[in-house]
Every structure is written in structure tokens, then in C-alpha cells.
């Protein structure tokens, strides 16, 4: 008996250890996508290769995303989006692009990951996104300065049309975060280290309670045993 109930303890510690991954993953949308050939992202055009996309954990909103190398060892660059809204949810990691011009790479235009209806839209600086907007004829989001990447949330957004207009960007996309993607309240900042505070303890709370009992009871046995 004591012997089972061991086995049962370690089956659940390692549930726990391998959900843990699991939850922070679907937290920071980190994705890993392989590109065959250049693509454009706002600010730089990336080789082709594998890279790590995932969400930055802000005081802010969630629409911050850094692209790493694959083994997540060189931060490439940091990017401001919006949201961007399907009817249906993405099966799948769905990758969507400007109209790419003959001989020009690809330009990364919005990002959806497995299970949602919604997703990033890139936002370009002002100059590139009025050439996208005209090339493609609909209204790209644009940054309206340049600022440094820890102060990206700052940055004034307009929507430029494909006249090189500029009309505000809650007029031309819908900005409003969707269900559960509330602005993180954490104190740490860091990628690699902040947790979302909205997340309820009460699951750990349980299996913790959960493991006492067991770990109480194997003890009991085994002492009466002995005691025979």
C-alpha cells in the first residue's frame, strides 16, 4: 500500500511539474515559427530561420511582442501591436501578411495563436506604413515617434490610409482587449521571470492539500506496520 501511494505522489508531482510549462506558455502566446525565406517585421527584415515569438509581461496591455532566436539566447527586437479580431478561432498558428511587392520580402502583418479569435496586428512606423497602406489599399496601424523598446506603450498610434491620411486608430480597429486578456499586474517586468498575478492559486492550494493527506496516510501505514 505504501508502495502505491508513493507511485500516486510522484504521478502527481509530475503532472504538476509538466503543467506548469504548459500554463505559461498559453499566458505569453510563445510560438515557434520557421520562416523559408526574409521576412519583414516592423523596423528590420529577418533571415530566414526559426524564431520564438512571445508576449512581454507589462504594467500595460498585453500587446507587446518580442521575436527571439530559437533557443530564445538573442533578443531580436521588441514590437508594438493591437488586436486583431477573427470570426472563428485559429486551429492552429496563423501567420497572415501584407501583399507582398515583386522581389520584397514578405511583411509580417498580423499573429493568432492556437485556440483564439484574436490575435496581434503589427504596427509599423509612420513612413513604412503609409507604403503598405497604399500598396495594399486598407488602413495600416502606425507609431506616430520613434521611442526606445521599454517605452513602447507610450507611443502615440494612428491609422494611416492608403490617401496618407491619418484617422484615429479606435475609428479604424477594434482596440478593446477581449475577455480575459486584462492588462498584467505584476511588479516584476522581467520576460523571463513575471508571472501573471490573475491566475488563482486555488488549484496548487488543492493538490498541496491533496498531497499532505496522501503523504499522512503512507505515514500512518507505515507506522503501524512496523509497530506489528
Same mark, same amino acid.
Given at each position: 500500500i505504501f508502495k502505491a501511494l508513493l507511485? =500516486?505522489?510522484m504521478i502527481l508531482v509530475g503532472a504538476a511539474i509538466l503543467a506548469a510549462p504548459a =500554463?505559461?506558455?498559453?499566458w505569453n502566446k510563445k510560438t515557434k515559427l520557421t520562416f523559408n525565406q526574409p521576412v519583414e517585421v516592423p523596423g528590420m527584415v529577418l533571415p530566414a530561420g526559426t524564431y520564438t515569438f512571445k508576449l512581454l509581461p507589462t504594467m500595460g496591455s498585453r500587446n507587446v511582442v518580442q521575436i527571439y532566436n530559437e533557443d530564445e539566447t538573442k533578443l531580436f527586437?521588441?514590437?508594438?501591436?493591437?488586436?486583431n479580431y477573427r470570426?472563428?478561432?485559429?486551429?492552429?498558428?496563423l501567420i497572415e501578411f501584407h501583399e507582398r511587392q515583386a522581389g520584397a520580402p514578405a511583411a509580417l502583418r498580423s499573429w493568432?495563436?492556437?485556440g483564439d479569435n484574436f490575435g496581434r496586428e503589427f504596427v509599423y512606423p509612420k513612413t513604412r506604413a503609409v507604403q503598405l497602406a497604399q500598396e495594399e489599399r486598407v488602413p495600416v496601424p502606425a507609431e506616430t515617434v520613434e521611442v526606445p523598446a521599454n517605452k513602447l506603450e507610450t507611443v502615440p498610434l494612428v491609422a494611416v490610409t492608403p490617401e496618407a491620411k491619418e484617422e484615429p486608430i479606435t475609428e479604424a480597429f477594434e482596440t478593446t482587449p477581449p475577455q480575459g486578456e486584462a492588462p498584467l499586474v505584476a511588479q516584476n517586468t522581467s520576460a523571463e521571470t513575471a508571472l501573471?498575478?490573475?491566475a488563482s492559486p486555488t488549484?496548487?492550494?488543492?493538490?498541496i492539500g491533496f498531497i499532505s493527506i496522501i503523504l499522512g496516510l503512507g505515514v500512518k501505514l507505515f507506522i503501524g506496520r512496523n509497530r506489528v
Open positions: 507511485v =500516486g505522489l =500554463g505559461a506558455d498559453a527586437t521588441t514590437i508594438l501591436t493591437i488586436y470570426l472563428t478561432p485559429a486551429e492552429d498558428t493568432f495563436y492556437p501573471p498575478r490573475t488549484p496548487l492550494i488543492a493538490l
